[in-house]
Every structure is written in structure tokens, then in C-alpha cells.
């Protein structure tokens, strides 16, 4: 009908021997195509779609294999399937077609159909997202730092009512996870939410499940001490680069005098995990200081830096020694 994709009318079936030696004459090669059962709709209950009916009828017989030789995608893909014993196919609903012709190439191979469930299209900001047009995809977040948990944590939850959070493991995920529970409208995917989940979930992850990809002298403490200020993995590196030093020590002129007496302080204390509590209600006894006034001095003199971790974490990683060398470097005024 007017509006309809045009559909294969079949013709070559009726062509005779003498047709196909005249078009071989021509160079005219075949393809080869896969007849469609058109008497019986294509039935399925989708995971997420729910109970699907397609008219065969409405569907050209798809080709499977070129002219030169060359299988596409269906058939073959069906077959591997087959092979590898798969119980369950999730893919976009893009393929729902695609789905509807695979049944059938199922039964024709007298092979159980998967269970299928075609999941809503993410949406960008403008439009829907193309891989073909070169759209973010898995490997491009890996290249920039995505955690894995971050694109899994995200993938099985759109559309549904259940709210994103980060996870440490895959079976984190599994509580209230129903392929039912997702929406059939195009859920909306930004790239920024994306790498705000993944630094959200380096937040959480325990010291075993980053071991092998942290700095060899990061410890599981200073793990735990950097962890929630890190954005990617990589960043683990520039701060165990502070807690080894040497750091470049910005110090304002004014916090000279300071900084000289909080380093007679923190050399008169015993040396203890709670080494900051107690030199901090020293420092505030003995100077009036507090807020930044205090503590800013301090973290610039110990790290370098402006901000960071809880120095109650971080001033026993970078130890006693080193503490005292860099409170008692004079160096530029800080930026």
C-alpha cells in the first residue's frame, strides 16, 4: 500500500532454466535469499516490548548471501547463535525486523528461538545516537577513563523508574533488574552524566578491584585516602606522586612565620594515625587560626596543591620526615 516499503514480489522464482542462462550469459550473478513462511504471523513475547505480531507477508525475503560470495549478517549471525547455545538476545529496537526474520530462520534450522528483547534507542541532546555516524561508543570511554561499572550501571536502568547509582560490581546491579521495567520511549544519554557516574563509582570501589591497574606503591590506604577525589583512575598517579614527593611547595609570604611554627609543633607530637586531629588543636590553641586560614597554608605547604583529599588522611601517607622538609621550604607565593 501507499507508504509501505516495497516488498520482494518474487519473480525469479518463475524464471526458467533459459532465463538464468541468458542473464549468466550477461554476467547477471545471483543472490541467494531466505523464503519467508508468509501464511502464519511471526509471534514472540518480547522482554521488553512485550507480545509482538509481524505480518510476513509485509516483509521482502531477505537476502543472505551476495553475489560475490559474500554472507551478510542474518543468517550467519542466526547460526552462531545456534552454535553457542544462546538463551537470550537484547538488542535495539532497530532490529525488531531483523528479529521477526531471525524466528523464522530459527525454525527452519529446527533450532530453538532465544528469548528476545529489544531495548529503546538512546537519544542525544539533538537526535538519536548513531554508531554509524560516529557516535560515542565503548571504546572511546575507555580511551577517556570510563569505569566499566559506570557504562553497565547506566545500560540497566533507562527508562526505568529505578535511579542510576554507581556499583563496585556487576551483581550489584541484579536487585529489582527487569528487562520488563524498561521504558519503550527513547531514553536520553549525556555524555557528561556518564562521566560523572564513573567517578562516582571509582568512589566506592574497593582497593582489590584496582589494584592491578594503581601505581605499584599505592597502598590500599592511600587508595582509600585519594579514591573520592578522582575523576579517572589515572588521576591515582599524580597523587601518589604527592605522597612520595618531592612536591613544589606554594607558600604566601605571610604564612612564612606560620608554617616555621607548625613544623616545631608537628616535630614535638608522637608520630600516630590521628598525627593531623592533634597537631591541628595545637596549631588552633597556640595561633587563634581557623577555616582556611588554618588549614590552607597547610595543604598548599604538604601537597602543593589547593585542594585534595582529607589531609587527616593524607599527612600520615606522606610521614613525618617529609612533612617537616616541605613546612620548612620557603618557596613562590601561591597562585
Not at 537526535?127 to 545500560?155: C, D, F, H, M, Y
Request: net charge negative.
Amino acid at each position: 500500500g501507499r507508504g509501505s516499503p516495497p516488498v520482494y514480489d518474487r519473480g525469479a522464482l518463475a524464471l526458467t532454466d533459459a532465463d538464468h542462462a541468458a542473464f549468466a550469459a550477461r554476467g547477471v550473478l545471483p543472490v541467494w535469499r531466505f523464503k519467508l513462511e508468509t501464511e502464519v504471523p511471526i509471534v514472540w513475547h518480547d522482554g521488553v516490548r512485550g507480545d509482538c505480531h509481524f505480518d510476513a507477508g509485509s516483509l521482502s525475503d531477505p537476502v543472505v548471501r551476495r553475489v560475490d560470495g559474500r554472507w551478510l549478517y542474518m543468517l550467519p549471525s542466526g547460526g552462531d547463535d545456534i552454535d553457542l547455545g544462546i538463551t537470550d538476545i537484547v538488542r535495539g529496537e532497530d532490529h525488531v525486523t531483523n528479529s521477526a526474520i531471525q524466528i523464522q530462520m530459527f525454525e527452519a534450522l529446527a533450532a530453538p528461538v532465544p528469548r528476545l528483547a529489544h531495548l529503546a534507542l538512546l537519544t542525544g541532546a539533538d537526535a538519536a545516537l548513531s554508531k554509524r555516524l560516529g557516535s560515542e561508543g565503548v571504546a572511546v570511554w575507555r580511551a577517556a577513563g570510563i569505569e566499566p561499572q559506570a557504562v553497565a550501571a547506566l545500560l540497566a536502568r533507562p527508562g526505568t523508574a529505578l535511579p542510576v547509582e554507581p556499583v563496585a560490581t556487576l551483581a550489584d546491579l541484579l536487585p529489582g533488574f527487569a528487562l520488563a521495567s524498561f521504558g519503550r520511549a527513547p531514553a536520553r544519554f549525556d555524555p557528561d552524566d556518564l562521566a560523572t557516574l564513573s567517578a562516582r563509582a571509582l568512589h566506592v570501589l574497593p582497593f582489590a578491584a584496582v589494584r592491578d591497574r594503581l601505581p605499584a606503591a599505592m597502598t590500599e590506604a592511600g587508595w582509600l585516602a585519594v579514591r573520592s577525589n578522582l575523576a579517572t583512575l589515572d588521576q591515582a598517579a599524580d597523587w601518589q606522586a604527592v605522597i612520595d614527593g618531592p612536591v613544589v611547595t606554594a607558600v604566601d609570604a605571610e604564612d612564612r612565620d606560620f608554617l616555621a611554627l607548625a613544623a616545631d609543633r608537628l616535630h614535638a607530637l608522637d608520630w600516630g594515625p590521628d598525627i593531623w586531629a592533634r597537631w591541628i588543636g595545637v596549631l588552633k590553641a597556640d595561633t587563634g587560626r581557623k577555616g582556611r586560614g588554618l588549614f590552607q597554608p597547610l595543604r598548599r605547604a604538604l601537597t602543593g596543591r589547593a585542594h585534595g583529599p582529607e589531609m587527616a588522611a593524607l599527612l600520615p601517607l606522606i610521614g613525618r620526615d617529609a612533612a617537616l622538609a616541605r613546612l620548612r621550604v620557603t618557596g613562590p607565593a601561591a597562585v
